[in-house]
């Protein structure tokens, strides 16, 4: 593709008015006349045998429909849950172990919240006191919550054919060189490194309406889900009924990160559920079940070696992983720990040999899933904290590190030694630009300010990479309504990231036309016939591709209008600001005419009928793009309490062409905070004994709040646009948190650098920062 | 929720009869700690009496080195009580540092301090100024008040009216918010008045408490200096996810020196 | 059940409830205001957050009956009659201060009260005022900056 279609303007989001007012229409505002309540029985152990369920209390109370149990689900004979992770094969290439998953257990439980049961009553609090009048008689197991416990030959055993809880033993790189390498380098660093275990927290918890209309057979689901078409597939494919007896959808969704990506239990057994009752059935999580049944994200335990030579320059890298998958595959199972976080191992530097090891491990815990960014943030960090740990130990200037070993631009395009092809950026540029926005000059002079206070400032600068993810192919549709409409269909799936405003922008612009004369449609089976949803930041980058595809498809069709309009050769039609002009006659014809003309079959060309302007199309990407930029952050630490403030952060990313600068802005800013969360204050923790969720509430959870975060610069990249989609644009999603976590952690340990302290734990939460301190000058 | 009778109370009178007269009645101020805890299913009281319109628990008076405040007054009340501003800042501070605006605008101080918990602001500033909680029977010292984790020198039914504050000579409070919850992870409430110096503790344990040997240093001068070396035992401390005992007992002298310093940046 | 009335969003109205019914389950099923969320089961995250009496509460922390007789103002309530939108939620609006939107009611609702009793706020001033409000989206700078910009243009009004 040559030129790039530009769209970079700043819209006020058309989605705004009706969330602003209190209009939206989230899964809990969705009702269904007659509907019934549902309410899930859950493991309140880490590990149990289920010995006995007696659900007859239950079933007297008042208003009980219906109780599906475990037993039950497994005598009707229904698909388990679903794993379709792209990396499968061991490293001996021998299959990965894929146990089998049903949406309620039946015999035994390996997660706390794991559901065994389901009822239906008439009011959700009657749904409820049944769940709760259930009798379940567990013999409880011994049980592993903690990733490098699992694979210890004296641990839990989860499952009878998964020996030492391995699920898949991975490898990818060069090994031999990587070894070689190690061997002979005047300098080898290696450190180890944990990546935090975080829930997403999207603020609307998940719910979902189950219905099924007997006169049809037909299924409808509305769903609090980013995933709407591939899910539809997999829970059809479950329930063993043609896909297209189930329609899915979702109402507005209030946040999701990859939250709500999964194909979940709860949904599939309502609509079992709800061909037994003949009503709709609904279900919205409360925030502690969210806790303990959302996907987490992360979990990942490093050994991270660098070997370079004795002039500072990289000559090989090896990532050895064990990373937490829970009691069974989720959806994209052991992906994040290992191909997920192995794609972009090495990130922006050139390094000659790269080794990416895991070991993807079972434990009591619940499914590990994507949680925003599924391994890239990982490879970023674990690369960043090296980089930064090599400078300090060898005395190098961390900076003059980094510039001296990232990619330049003349070796693009680059395939780095996992095989990431990187066909387009500017490395040191972007990482110049962090720099020269962060005030390095006066920097010295801030951190006396801060020594005078007590407190210590640290500086760090981190350049990231990631890629943009998800499903490559994506459909878009225009349908022109009598009044004026113009509907466009999309398979993507906007959970606040503003599509409705930013794919709309790419259809108006290319139309010439108003914003305010599209309506939007969006995460709906019947919509559109496939659609990759959300996730891996694909939204503006395929689903943006597919409406500007669509969109210059319907000028194809309107020139073919104007032609026969005016009496002219299609050739000389040109379309320009929303006019189709002859350009030999000069006459001309305004698309709008042409709409109006595309629904009378009598006005058309011959080969035309009415509705003729209503247009799909399909696109899908070649590759993958490779989103960058680059991190700058000071912090400041009181030494005396550990308490962290990020003071200042600075940031620059290349998105390649920015659609609307103020939602990317936007992402950004959130994936940042997401990041910082990630560094100093999120964890899920489960207790080594029991197996127990301790951070099953917004009271033991930490999420960042307006107070914890600093006042963000935000700069765009634009000089290099990538060629693999017709925008020129790079996923802007999940960059954030690439970047901010280890920025804020290098920040953090540069402060602590006249301490002695080289290497914390994330999160950096007070208490471990003051024992760091006091330990290291004990 | 389960349900219950809802009673409003018109007076002292009516609201005490009222608790005594079901079989597990509780009082219902702001409801920012009973109805979370009701919501999980932790209380189920047969009657809620409801203190909202009893005039008597309202109101803040001034008289002469006494603040008096209504047990039904709201956090964000005493925060932005003008005259408690001028005469007693950390007590406002400490309000106005009370979780958020929201539940600032519920919960009450009477409602904090029958709850007691081992987490709360309250009880470190009526500990630490050495307050006397008054009830409809009697009025309670506040060295007698604190008995223990959840548990106060409050008989069944009996009811607080109001806190009397006497206004020291300085005061500061600095509180180490739970990352999470934002509840204090150590609350320190430092004061002198001519009765003494009083340190009062939250968070760190399982009630307020007293730390004697940092007041014993403060007696000798009430200076942060004089709380350089002067630790707090570790023994008797919470150890928690947030916080281990020997890192609270180590912020407790830490707070500590900065409650004094506060105290001496403001005259109380 | 009792019956319940309450002047919400300027126009009196009534309903019955059972004393356990939380006033944010009031608004959104007796009174379908379903402008007004919940995200959690412990009182934390300020979704629910409505004016009550000119205060802003947590709804899922206040029993219904409590709020006989009061008045409150609700997400739905806070433009116009005639649709013009409040300077807080055009400022939102113009800064991008949502995304999801599913904790905006009760960002609007805090900002709203923050600044009727704080009309000029600083930038850490809105940031504590927010500390019932949990955004998982915005990373919270464009939501500061909208309740700093509200400020100055409702100076003008
Ligand atoms: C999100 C959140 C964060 C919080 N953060 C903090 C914090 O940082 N610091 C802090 O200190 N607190 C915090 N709290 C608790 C808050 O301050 C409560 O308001 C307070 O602890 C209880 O006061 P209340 O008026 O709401 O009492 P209620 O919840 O109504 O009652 C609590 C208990 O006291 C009894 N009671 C109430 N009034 C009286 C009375 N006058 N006489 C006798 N018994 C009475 C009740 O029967 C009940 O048992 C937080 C609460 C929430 C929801
Ligand atoms: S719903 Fe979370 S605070 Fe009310
Ligand atoms: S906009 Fe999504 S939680 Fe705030």
């Not at chain 1, 390649?656 to 990317?664: D, E, F, H, T, Y």
């Not at chain 1, 923790?685 to 107070?707: F, I, M």
């Amino acid at each position: 593709m040559t030129e790039h279609a530009r769209f970079g303007k700043s819209q006020v989001r058309v989605e705004d008015q009706r969330f602003l007012t209190g209009q939206g229409r989230y899964i809990d505002d969705v009702n269904r006349p007659k509907q019934k309540h549902a309410a899930f029985v859950r493991s309140p152990h880490a590990h149990a045998r289920v010995v006995t369920m007696d659900v007859s209390a239950a079933r007297a109370l008042p208003g009980v429909a219906l109780i599906v149990t475990g037993a039950e689900w497994a005598a009707r004979g229904f698909g388990p849950l679903p794993c379709r992770s792209p990396s499968k094969v061991n490293r001996d290439g021998t299959p990965f172990k894929e146990p089998t998953r049903h949406c309620l257990a039946s015999d035994t439980v390996r997660y706390v919240g794991e559901p065994v049961a389901m009822v239906v009553a008439g009011t959700a609090d009657e749904a409820r006191r049944a769940a709760d009048a259930v009798i379940v008689e567990y013999a409880e197991l011994a049980s592993v919550t903690d990733r490098a416990a699992a694979l210890g030959d004296d641990a839990a055993q989860l499952w009878p054919e998964v020996p030492n809880n391995l699920c898949l033993d991975f490898e990818q790189g060069n090994r031999a060189a990587v070894e070689a390498a190690m061997a002979t380098a005047k300098h080898v660093v290696r450190l180890d490194m944990g990546n935090n275990r975080l829930t997403a927290v999207p603020m609307e918890p998940r719910g979902a309406i189950a219905d099924f209309d007997a006169a049809t057979g037909q299924y409808t689901l509305v769903n609090c889900s980013q995933n709407i078409h591939a899910n539809r597939d997999l829970m059809a494919s479950m329930l063993k009924i043609d896909k297209a007896k189930l329609h899915h959808l979702a109402p507005d969704i209030g946040g999701g990160f990859g939250a709500k990506n999964s194909v979940y239990s709860e949904p599939v057994v309502m609509l079992y559920a709800a061909s037994k009752v003949g009503c709709p059935i609904k279900w919205i999580a409360d925030r502690t079940e969210a806790f303990l049944s959302d996907t987490h994200g992360r979990d990942q335990q490093s050994t991270v070696t660098l070997a370079l030579d004795e002039h500072g320059k990289f000559l090989a890298l090896h990532v050895d992983t064990v990373g937490n998958v829970g009691a069974a595959c989720g959806t994209m199972g052991p992906f994040t720990p290992t191909g997920g976080t192995a794609r972009t191992t090495g990130s922006v530097y050139a390094i000659p040999a790269i080794l990416y090891t895991s070991k993807a491990v079972f434990t009591n815990t619940v499914q590990t899933d994507p949680y925003r960014g599924a391994g890239r943030p990982e490879a970023v960090f674990h690369v960043e904290r090296i980089v930064e740990f090599a400078a300090r130990t060898l005395g190098i200037d961390p900076v003059a590190l980094r510039r001296q070993n990232l990619i330049k631009t003349e070796q693009l395009p680059y395939k780095t030694a996992v095989g990431l092809e990187i066909d387009c950026g500017d490395f040191p540029a972007v990482m110049e630009r962090v720099l020269a926005m962060s005030d390095r000059p006066g920097y010295a002079a801030r951190v006396a300010t801060s020594r005078a206070k007590g407190l210590r400032r640290g500086f760090a600068v981190t350049p990231y990479l990631e890629t943009s993810g998800g499903a490559p192919h994506e459909e878009a549709r225009l349908a022109f309504r009598a009044d004026g409409t113009v509907v466009l269909s999309v398979g993507t799936h906007s959970t606040g990231m503003g599509h409705e405003t930013a794919l709309a922008q790419i259809a108006a612009d290319t139309l010439g036309i108003d914003l305010t004369r599209i309506r939007f449609v969006q995460a709906d089976t019947d919509a559109t016939s496939i659609g990759g949803g959300h996730g891996g930041s694909r939204g503006i980058e395929v689903g943006g591709s597919a409406v500007l595809k669509v969109a210059r498809m319907v000028i194809e069709k309107a020139r073919g209008i104007a032609a026969h309009l005016l009496n002219s050769h299609v050739d000389d039609i040109t379309f320009k600001a929303g006019v189709l002009s002859d350009t030999k006659t000069g006459q001309s014809v305004a698309l709008d005419a042409v709409i109006a003309a595309a629904g009378d079959t009598s006005r058309l060309p011959q080969d035309m009928s009415a509705g003729a302007l209503d247009t799909t199309a399909k696109f899908e990407r070649e590759t993958y793009t490779v989103p960058n930029g680059a991190h700058a952050c000071e912090v400041e630490v009181d030494p005396e309490t550990g308490v962290i403030a990020v003071d200042k952060f600075w940031c620059v990313d290349d998105f390649g062409s920015v659609i609307n600068p103020m939602l990317a802005d936007g992402q950004v800013m959130g994936g940042i905070v997401q990041g910082l969360g990630q560094a100093l204050l999120e964890e899920v923790v489960y207790d080594p004994q029991t197996g127990q969720l301790l951070t099953a509430s917004l009271l033991e959870y930490a999420l960042p709040r307006a107070d914890h975060v600093p006042r963000m610069e935000i700069a765009f990249f634009e000089g290099a646009p990538t060629k693999r989609n017709p925008l020129g644009a790079k996923g802007s999603g999940e960059a954030g948190c690439c970047g901010a976590t280890p920025v804020i952690v290098n920040a953090v340990l540069d402060a602590l650098h006249e301490y002695g302290v080289r290497h914390i734990e994330m999160p950096l939460t007070s208490e471990k920062v003051w024992s760091a301190i006091t330990g290291a000058s004990a | 929720m389960d349900t219950f009778t809802f009673k409003r109370a018109a007076s002292v009178a009516e609201a005490v009869a009222a608790a005594t007269a079901g079989v597990d009645a509780k009082f219902l101020a702001g409801g920012q700690t009973l109805l979370p805890v009701m919501k999980q299913g932790l209380a189920a009281p047969s009657d809620l009496v409801s203190l909202a319109r009893v005039a008597a628990m309202q109101g803040i008076g001034v008289n002469g080195g006494m603040i008096s405040i209504g047990a039904m007054m709201r956090h964000a009340d005493v925060a932005a009580h003008g005259e408690i501003k001028a005469l007693l800042p950390a007590l406002s501070v400490l309000a106005g540092g009370i979780a958020d605006p929201h539940v600032r605008n519920r919960g009450t101080i009477g409602g904090s301090l029958a709850n007691n918990d081992p987490a709360a602001d309250y009880p470190a500033a009526v500990l630490g100024l050495g307050a006397t909680v008054v009830t409809d029977r009697r009025r309670i010292a506040a060295d007698d008040f604190f008995q223990g984790m959840f548990t106060t020198a409050l008989e069944a039914g009996e009811l607080i009216t109001r806190v009397e504050f006497p206004v020291p000579e300085r005061a500061g409070y600095i509180k180490f918010p739970h990352p999470a919850s934002r509840y204090a992870l150590v609350g320190v409430m430092a004061s002198k008045s001519a009765q003494g110096v009083r340190v009062a503790v939250t968070g760190a344990g399982a009630c307020v408490f007293r730390a004697t040997a940092l007041e014993q240093a403060l007696a000798k001068s009430f200076t942060p200096g004089a709380l350089d070396g002067v630790a707090v035992g570790a023994d008797d401390l919470t150890s928690d996810r947030a916080g281990s005992a020997s890192y609270r007992a180590h912020l407790i002298t830490v707070l500590a020196k900065r409650a004094v310093a506060r105290a001496l940046e403001v005259r109380s | 059940m009792t019956e319940l009335s309450m002047t919400v969003n300027g126009v009196v109205r009534r309903a019955a409830a059972a004393p356990t019914v939380l006033l944010s389950t009031f608004l959104r099923e007796s009174l379908k205001l379903t402008g007004t969320h919940v995200g959690c089961d412990t009182s934390q995250c300020g979704a629910c957050t409505v004016i009550v009496d000119g205060r802003s509460i947590k709804s899922c922390t206040m029993l219904a009956v409590e709020a006989d007789g009061a008045a409150i103002t609700t997400i739905e309530g806070v433009a116009k009659s005639d649709g013009t939108l409040h300077p807080v939620q055009e400022a939102f609006r113009a800064h991008h201060a949502l995304q999801c939107g599913f904790c905006t009611p009760g960002m609007v609702m805090a900002s709203v009260a923050l600044l009727a009793h704080t009309p000029n706020p600083t930038d850490a001033q809105v940031r504590h005022g927010l500390e019932g409000n949990m955004c998982r989206c915005t990373g919270y700078q464009n939501i500061v900056d909208a309740v700093l910009a509200a400020s100055q243009s409702m100076k003008g009004a």
